[in-house]
């Protein structure tokens, strides 16, 4: 377990002068639901020395009954204070590790599966940094009763209003960063209603504590402004989808240098950033499943308002699944690569895990990459598609499990059984979901037929 040392006693003694009364121990399921149990301050050395037992059969994904006993390890690291909870019961969460009786980590947890990653990259000597851009839309809440599809603002991408929205806004990112997560800039999106919030560079296991966090808190302040936040991916028809574009690099263990930059390549890439990004194009299908988790996430991926239908690579085309953004003169550092097909609904844990075993597959195989394809994609015929190679993504939750049950090497970034469970847990939904007799084919099909 990839932890950093924190020592325990200045983490009790922060606890006692801050006046903390209460720890929330937190993980996620194997979909990414945050999950915890609050203790009092007073049992955080007894659950630092042998572990918090809970019944692991009633955790989506996670063990059956006969193997149910299981214990979080709270991580010191991310021992942080809930600012909201002063002077009414102080509050701390701390994120854990699930491990079994007998201290070893838990296959079924999504954050051993990625830390099992972070180690294979740095077996090969790098570092794999990550940075987000999460987007959500916030609605007006009207009580117990159902959310209306009205948005707290009338505004587009980029606009500058000091509307509460905005201020909303604003204290999500303060927020965020009070909890010492890298958080901001933040604006608003493209639809009414649509904002996002970006996080500055992080290693991938930190950041996907960021993400698990940051969703909670910007579901709480907007719940305390009587808003609503939503990380739906396509939450409303004939509106942007929301999306968590996510920039990666490799950063060399040895130096910090940044293994992706080459500037005299046309690109700004080295030969290893390019056979990472041929791996995420030859597995891009196989983890669709992963990064776009909910039968709602396909609805986004059609195409238009810049989602990605489509298998590949560009630097000025914004609909292609991967974009390399430009990087000004002397800042090669910031060489990186994004992949857009990521939505905020994803576990954060799982997705990284599978994007690095993509990249490093790719890198280990040396994967010729594909060229670029700048012009607009949608409009072409699927002839000249097929005859340029260029793939589709999966256009359902259904067909992105077929890909990732033919995928080894996603499937073994996984491990077996958070692969098992996983698939297990999104058939049914994808069963349901094909079960279930719509609004919208009864008003179609019931007068006609």
Known sequence: MNSQAVDPIQVLEKARSSSVRFVILRFTDIL????????????????????????????????????????????????????????????????????????????????????????????MGYSYVVSPELEFYLFQSDGDKALAPTSPDAIGYFDLATDRAHQVRCEMVDTLRTLGIPA???????????????????????????????????????????????FMPKPMEGRAGSGMHTHQSLLRVEDGGNAFADPEDDYGLSSLAKAFLA??????????????PLVNSYKRLLGGFEA?????????????????????PGRYQSTRIELRSLDPACNPYLAFAVMLAAGLDGIERRLPLPPP?????????????????????????GEALEALEADEVIQEALGP?????????????????????????????????
């Not at 639901?33 to 007894?46: H, M, Q, S």
């Not at 791996?279 to 776009?292: D, E, K, N, P, S």
């Open 279 to 292: 791996g995420q194009i030859a597995h891009a299908r196989g983890m669709c499943a992963v990064l776009c």
């Open 32 to 123: 990414g639901a945050p999950k915890g149990v609050t203790i009092p301050i007073e049992d955080l050395p007894e659950a630092l020395e042998t572990g918090k037992w809970f019944d692991g059969s009633a955790i989506e994904g996670f063990a059956r009954v006969a193997e149910s006993d299981l214990y979080l390890k709270p991580d010191l690291s991310t021992f942080t204070i809930l600012p909201w909870t002063h002077g009414h019961g102080t509050t701390a969460h701390v994120i854990c590790w699930v491990v079994n009786r007998r201290g070893e980590p838990f296959a079924g947890d999504p954050r051993s599966v990625l830390a099992r990653g972070m180690e294979r990259a740095a077996r």
């Open 308 to 328: 990605p239908p489509y298998v590949s690579w560009a630097r000025i085309n914004r609909s292609a699944l991967i974009r390399i953004p430009a990087i000004k």
């Open 373 to 397: 394809v700048e012009e607009e994609l949608i409009p072409m015929e699927t002839a000249e598609l097929e005859a340029r190679g260029i793939q589709r993504l999966p256009a359902t939750l």
């Open 417 to 449: 059984l958070a692969a098992e469970r996983f698939l297990e847990a999104k058939r049914l939904e994808w069963a349901a979901y094909c079960r279930h007799v719509s609004a919208w084919e009864i008003e179609r099909y019931f007068q006609v037929y």
């Open 184 to 230: 901001g800039p933040g604006h608003h999106e493209i639809s009414p209603g649509q904002h996002e919030i970006d996080f500055q560079p992080a290693d991938a296991l930190r950041m996907a504590d960021y993400i698990v966090t940051a969703r909670l808190v910007i579901k709480h302040i907007a719940q305390a402004h009587g808003l609503h936040a939503t």
